[in-house]
């Protein structure tokens, strides 16, 4: 039977017939229903923080009740979720060491001043410059930290006062554990890994499976350990949840020289402030939407002024929360507000059951978060930067001396790699054949590097023809005299001297900036990118083959001497792209131009129309495309994975002609299009619009929705899902106007596809990824996430 979509609307300049946003009850039940999701992970995270630092437990809750009304009012990313950090776990608990509770509450209130100082003068986004090595080295080793110190309360003893004194005593402790406290922790342990694994269970246990992992893991972890204490009647110790008394809570004073006391507050305020914008910019990513930064740093200052005065933890903006809340339809920033008072009625209402709560329970699930702090993907991704030394660094320093002297020393590292980077130069001397000399050099040139270059030209034969070729890097004063020196005393012998710069697209120029006269050893004018602006060289050529090998001959001869080292690291390393490109097979699509990519970027799928099969999906499976999503998000470990559709598209052309549906025995293209019969029926229900324009036509209003369906059917693969509702993985919908060169990417919130547009003051070939801004159209910033899109 054909599908009848004749009644579809056909969009023209007059008629609007984008699908309504959610209407504010419905945005309300979503923000009620995220509130709830985010409620359940927070109580037992901010109890297992209180108890991580030695504070009492009611200051976690207080914390995340202030966090998420004070931070949900006042922030400026709405759906950013703020509560105890786990970063600050190792400075707090430091701090109540040596000054005690009640000074530790009053140098939050301070840190919160500094935050609420900070944000007036509008420096958020200076935080932002902090090295990624040093951030992620710092939480790997604040994770280390915690994870050490817990791993003694599973094993039913208790942690020392510092990492190290919790290493050299972790023996003993191994050596007799507590064997209640051993298996209320293992059972949240096992219970807290495997619950997000139940979706890869086979068949209809995979589909339950998933439905049931929606709960959140921590609270089903928690509660398993629990109910097993109570069944067995296990001796365990039971959190304490002492009596809420304002008076006992009240800041003092720290007792204590005044620099340390000012290094205690600058340390919880540039380590708060850090990590909260950090995930304002990531949730802002994920959500789509533009946040300000600087109010955020505001809205932190007053929640943490606030928690110090009640007697609350330091606070921070929270990745794992504020995932959740997106994950789960969170709309405004109401459903931050209402989980707060979830979490506030909890502690005031339900400190009957809490105290029921193993105290190794809460430590195993600090345990595993602190561990999941170390991210391999974060450490492979800084390797492959040549950062990871600053990472290590900043690692073992936080462990061994904590996180002030760990970031100090991991900022010194990365000055140190720069400068040795800033004065690395290669000088290579070839000779030719007829005797002529060419020196090449590569890097800065600067005083550092003249022995080297002295050393180079003074072994260069009297009298013989050289050719300097430099790079184009930096040449400073000192390297231009000695190159100036040298080449005056050897034309002086006889000899003959050419200075020329190389540029990168392989022109050799004069120092005065003129292109030298054969330099380019093609035998023709028509280099790669001439067929794009001039179809006479492709029209001469009647043999495609032929037309290919030339290519290929174009290749040898220009780029492969270009990326050959880069080619060459590749081989040894093996591929680690950070994101997935599914798109059309349509030859006219070429992902690297508009996606300003290069070797290594992008794990590219192209199959007609850009399409992702469903799971049982009768005739029409296909496992090509889940293989290759699996490999790229399970082996790969991508971060993003990008739809992108286009204009013209045949396929979806044939699907509104209804060729999937005609009579007679299925062709292999047929049975393929029907994976797109669930974009025929959301077109019909929910078309897909662009923000700034109308449609051209139903084929081009099908191309669209088309992404937004693949983008949903994504979603049924167990991997992608696990990864998304974890939060390490986002889902992109481009689409490209092949009249206009011009991309669009989905805005999910809004539900329509907005122009990109260039960087205002950048480069064409400047790294880049989309950004929705305040007016809805798309602008080009220098974020890491997402595909890069070209000026």
């Not at 921590?218 to 067995?232: F, S």
């Not at 890097?473 to 006889?494: C, I, K, N, P």
């Not at 929910?686 to 059917?713: G, M």
Request: aromatic fraction near 4%.
């Amino acid at each position: 039977m054909t599908l009848d979509i004749s009644s579809a609307p056909i969009a023209s300049d007059t008629t609007d017939h984008a699908p309504p946003g959610p209407s504010a009850r419905a945005r309300w039940g979503w923000d009620l229903s995220a509130s709830l999701v985010v409620f359940l992970i927070a109580v037992p995270f901010s109890l297992g923080i209180a108890l991580a630092t030695g504070a009492p437990l009611t200051a976690g809750l207080a914390a995340a009740a202030v966090g998420g009304i004070v931070v949900g009012l006042f922030g400026g990313t709405p759906l950013l979720v703020s509560g105890p950090s786990a970063a600050l776990t190792v400075i707090t608990a430091g701090l109540i060491a040596q000054y005690g509770w009640r000074a530790t509450c009053a140098v939050t209130a301070a840190a919160g001043l500094l935050q609420l100082l900070l944000g007036a003068r509008r420096v958020a986004r200076t935080a932002l410059a902090v090295s990624p090595a040093i951030v992620h080295g710092m939480l790997a080793g604040v994770g280390l930290t915690i994870a050490i110190a817990q791993l003694h309360v599973v094993l039913g003893g208790s942690p020392q006062s510092s990492a190290i004194a919790n290493i050299l005593a972790l023996p003993g402790q191994l050596a007799g554990p507590h064997p209640p406290a051993l298996l209320a922790g293992t059972v949240t342990v096992a219970v807290l890994l495997g619950w997000s694994r139940l979706g890869r269970l086979p068949g209809r246990a995979g589909e339950f499976g998933a439905r049931l992992a929606k709960v959140p893991g921590p609270l089903v972890a928690v509660a398993v350990a629990t109910l097993l204490a109570l069944a067995l009647d296990l001796r365990l110790a039971h959190i304490e949840l002492p009596a809420w008394q304002p008076s006992s809570l009240v800041p003092a004073l720290p007792h204590g020289p005044l620099a340390g006391v000012l290094a205690a507050v600058l340390t919880v305020a540039a380590v708060a402030s850090v990590e909260s914008l950090l995930s304002a910019v990531a949730v802002d990513r994920m959500s789509q939407r533009t946040g300000d930064l600087d109010r955020e740093l505001r809205g932190q200052g007053l929640a943490n002024l606030v928690s110090g005065l009640v007697g609350g933890l330091p606070i921070a903006g929270g990745a794992v929360r504020s995932t959740a809340n997106v994950r789960a339809g969170g709309q405004s920033r109401w459903a931050s507000v209402l989980h707060g008072v979830w979490v506030l009625v909890a502690a005031l209402a339900l400190t009957g059951g809490l105290r029921r709560i193993p105290l190794a329970a809460l430590a195993a699930l600090v345990l595993v978060v602190g561990l999941q702090m170390v991210s391999f993907a974060h450490i492979r991704n800084v390797h492959r930067h040549r950062e990871f030394p600053v990472y290590l660094t900043t690692l073992l320093a936080v462990v061994a001396f904590g996180v002030l002297w760990g970031v100090g020393l991991g900022a010194g590292t990365a000055v140190l790699l720069a400068l040795y980077r800033l004065t690395r130069a290669h000088v290579d001397v070839e000779t030719g054949p007829d005797g002529s000399v060419t020196v090449h050099t590569h890097g800065p040139l600067t005083f550092t590097a003249v022995p080297r270059l002295s050393r180079a030209l003074t072994g260069i034969p009297a009298g013989a023809e050289v050719t300097v070729v430099h790079d184009g890097s930096f040449l400073d004063h000192a390297a231009y005299e000695t190159l100036h020196d040298w080449r005056t005393g050897h034309q002086a012998a006889g000899g003959r001297v050419s200075l020329v710069t190389r540029r990168q697209d392989d022109e050799v120029l004069d120092p005065d900036g003129t292109v030298r006269a054969g330099s380019s050893p093609a035998p023709h004018r028509c280099r790669a990118w001439t067929p794009w602006v001039g179809h006479h060289c492709i029209e001469q050529q009647e043999d495609p083959h032929g037309r290919l090998l030339d290519g290929v001959r174009v290749f040898q001869q220009h780029t492969a001497p270009l990326i050959r080292p880069e080619l060459a690291r590749l081989a040894r390393e093996g591929q680690s792209p950070s994101q997935l490109f599914l798109t059309c097979a349509d030859s006219r699509m070429v992902t690297s131009m508009i996606t300003n990519s290069g070797p290594g970027d992008l794990f590219t799928v192209r199959n007609v129309g850009n399409l992702v099969p469903a799971p049982f999906e009768p005739g029409a499976a296909d496992d090509s495309v889940a293989a290759a999503v699996q490999y790229a998000v399970e082996a790969l470990e991508v971060r993003s994975i990008t739809v992108c559709g286009h204009s013209g598209c045949g396929a979806m052309k044939a699907l509104l002609e209804g060729v999937h549906e005609r009579p007679g025995p299925p062709t292999p293209l047929t049975r393929w299009l029907r994976n797109g019969r669930g974009s025929l029926d959301r077109l019909r229900r929910a078309p897909a619009e662009f923000a700034d324009r109308p449609v051209v036509d139903l084929a081009e209003q099908l191309c669209i929705t088309n992404v937004v369906q693949q983008l949903d059917q994504l979603m049924a693969n167990p991997a992608v899902e696990r990864r998304v509702e974890e939060g390490s993985l986002r889902l992109v919908g481009m689409y490209f106007d092949f009249a206009t060169a011009q991309a669009y990417v989905l805005d999910r919130a809004a539900g329509t596809f907005s122009p990109v547009e260039a960087r205002a003051t950048g480069r064409p070939d400047d790294d880049s990824a989309e950004r929705v801004r305040n007016d809805g159209r798309v602008s080009v910033d220098g974020s890491e996430e997402g595909p890069q899109l070209a000026a």
